[in-house]
């Protein structure tokens, strides 16, 4: 099944972060790379003041269940120096699952598609790039026309 990640971060070298979450990803067995947008410089979302972030997201391929999978993101977040002191607050690294094949997920600690996904321009700009007419459940809205609605007025720019 094919999943959308979203990876940021906005402490340290936002640079190495990002690759260092890639390289941690492309070392999994279980997961393959399929496609990664470009990186784009992005205002923080929420209200705690903070540097902005890099942000990506990317398609894998993977055969484990969306619980799985956020185990392993959360484990290569941690394993990264990843804290969660404040809500929406800085961070070194942050992975998102944004999607998992056609699942809908309603777990404690997973909802899929990830919620808030289609109010959020630092998602949908790279989504947009890699996969715009890929639909996301629920929503049942391409990716495209997601963004040509949403109404986030934060700013977000290419920049690698």
């Known amino acids: 099944m094919i999943a959308f990640l979203s990876i940021g971060s906005n402490l340290g070298n936002r640079w190495h972060n990002l690759d260092a979450a890639l390289a941690w990803l492309r070392g999994s067995d279980e997961i393959v790379i399929v496609d990664v947008s470009g990186v784009y410089e992005t205002e923080p979302f929420g209200d705690v003041p903070q540097d902005p972030f890099l942000n990506l997201v990317l398609a894998i391929r993977t055969e ?9 993101v959360l484990t290569i977040e941690k394993e990264m120096g990843r804290t969660r002191d404040i809500h929406w607050g800085p961070r070194i690294i942050d992975i998102d699952i944004l999607t998992c094949g056609t699942q809908i997920c309603r777990l404690p600690n997973l909802v899929l598609p990830h919620p808030g996904v289609c109010e959020r321009r630092f998602v949908l700009v790279p ?10 459940p629920v929503a049942q809205k391409t990716v495209s026309k ?3 609605l949403c109404s986030d007025e934060a700013w977000v720019r290419r920049i690698g």
Do not use: G
């Open 64 to 72: 484990l269940s969306a619980p799985d999978l956020l185990v392993t």
């Open 146 to 148: 997601l963004l040509a």
């Open 127 to 136: 989504w947009c790039e890699i996969a715009p007419n890929y639909i996301v």
